[in-house]
């Protein structure tokens, strides 16, 4: 049987590396686009993304993928952001001023005020706890615990986004988010050892 | 509060794990990429690598090694050692790490953390700082692997590394590092009173006293190297008192 092909969107951010090391993990095969062409014409995509969500916007539409990824979600195509990379299919985020996203998801990133002795940025494993009303079943067992690192959070506009949540002492934050088609991991599933290659495949197995 | 990170220290010099003594006289331990897949299988949080003579010569060998092991190995990995320009540390991004680690040249070059924060995300950049006692409760940030005193007060350098853009500082006692004679608290708890980043600290763990201490004051991470590559205590053994 032929291999399923994953588009990484490389448009200058991060360890995409690693991350295509654990899809090929997962037994698919990488494929890396920076072009409208290419996104088109993909049958899965993740977007990866580390720093600074007005950054990584201005990184997307300097390359001109804009308009491609919203065009591919559109007719469906699963995707998967990641990180900033889910961060940035809010509507809107209040890091350094305001900045719009992809709005895929409705929602806005905030700085996360946690209180002590938790830091910001928060860099940790943590539990997911699923949101119970939410039919998505990823598998995860009880002590699947995978790593964060991040200073914003992704505050949904409808709960059931929201599909996963961890919490920072008395704070509730979106570790998951998933509307039809669109997928967002807060955290690193490339990072986050065995639970997280298997997060990783869940989504990487989507028809 | 989530729990302390467990990280194991990596030395590299040339292509092997090596284990100093207060920075200094190397013993070579083995193969890196051996040992890490093994600390990876014992569920280490993270894996900090180092390359010990990077800085001293301009080279580093440590990015064939991330490379090769992120086909096996899955959790952050942050590299150090000889970065001196946004160009070696996107090079590093590329072979596989996650954050860098960076001590001289965030002290040399006036303007480093804040360019490297801002290209990279703070979240990403590691402010390596190697302390030596010199009277009580003062330490002075060493550089060139602890060869060489730059005349900042650890304190005074560390908030100053965090308004520029630091997202992480890795906290290592150079009076204790390599003697297993316990982490120096004192020292964690003159920086962290002062900065808001979290704090992996480093040099000296010996003992169960050691973890019991570090959860109680809220330490962030752990570097743990000689005590984990002499197999003194497991992964699995340490992460079971937490």
């Avoid at chain 1, 991350?19 to 062409?37: H, Q």
């Avoid at chain 2, 086909?71 to 991004?93: E, H």
């Avoid at chain 2, 006036?110 to 190697?130: A, R």
Wanted: charged share 25%.
């Amino acid at each position: 049987m032929k291999k399923k092909i994953i588009s990484i969107i490389d448009y200058g951010v991060g360890n995409i590396l690693s991350l295509s090391r654990a899809v090929e993990f997962n037994g698919y095969k990488v494929r890396f686009v920076n072009n409208p062409e290419d996104i088109l014409c993909s049958n899965t995509i993740i977007l990866p993304g580390v720093g600074a969500f007005k950054r990584g916007m201005e990184k997307i539409k300097e390359k001109n993928l804009y308009e491609a990824i919203i065009e591919t979600s559109n007719k469906g195509t699963p995707i998967l952001g990641i990180c900033l990379g889910m961060q940035m299919l809010a509507g809107e985020s209040q890091e350094f001023g305001k900045s719009k996203g992809f709005n895929l998801i409705d929602g806005k990133i905030k700085l996360m005020r946690l209180n002590k002795p938790n830091k910001t940025p928060f860099i940790g494993w943590k539990k997911i706890l699923v949101n119970k009303t939410t039919n998505v079943d990823f598998s995860i067992n009880k002590n699947d615990s995978f790593y964060f690192i991040h200073s914003y959070h992704f505050e949904c506009e409808r709960k059931k986004d929201m599909t996963g949540f961890v919490t920072y002492g008395d704070k509730k934050i979106t570790a998951i988010v998933c509307k039809d088609n669109i997928y967002g991991y807060q955290f690193h599933p490339e990072k986050s050892g065995k639970s997280g290659l298997k997060i990783l495949k869940y989504f990487l197995d989507l028809k | 509060m989530s729990k302390i990170r467990i990280i194991p220290r990596m030395d590299i010099k040339n292509s092997n794990l090596v284990k100093t003594i207060k920075l200094d006289g190397l013993r070579v331990i083995g193969d890196p990429n051996k040992i890490a897949i093994n600390y990876y299988n014992n569920l280490a949080d993270e894996l900090l690598f180092l390359d010990t003579v990077a800085s001293l010569y301009g080279r580093n060998n440590v990015s064939q090694i991330i490379s090769e092991l992120s086909k096996n190995v899955f959790i952050p990995i942050t590299v150090g050692g000889g970065i001196r320009s946004l160009n070696d540390a996107l090079s590093m991004f590329k072979s596989g790490a996650d954050k860098i680690a960076v001590n001289t040249a965030a002290i040399k070059k006036k303007n480093f953390l804040n360019n490297l924060s801002k290209e990279f995300g703070s979240q990403s950049i590691v402010t390596s700082i190697d302390a030596k006692k010199i009277e009580n409760k003062k330490w002075r940030a060493f550089i060139n692997n602890g060869r060489e005193d730059s005349g900042l007060d650890v304190i005074e350098w560390s908030k100053r590394a965090a308004d520029k853009g630091a997202g992480e500082i890795l906290l290592t006692s150079i009076d204790n590092e390599g003697t297993y004679k316990g982490l120096d608290f004192d020292l964690f708890n003159s920086v962290s009173a002062q900065v808001k980043i979290p704090i992996i600290l480093g040099g000296g763990f010996g003992s169960l006293e050691d973890l019991a201490k570090a959860k109680k004051m809220n330490v962030d991470a752990l570097s743990i190297s000689g005590a984990l590559h002499y197999k003194k205590f497991s992964i699995k053994n340490i992460k079971k008192k937490l």
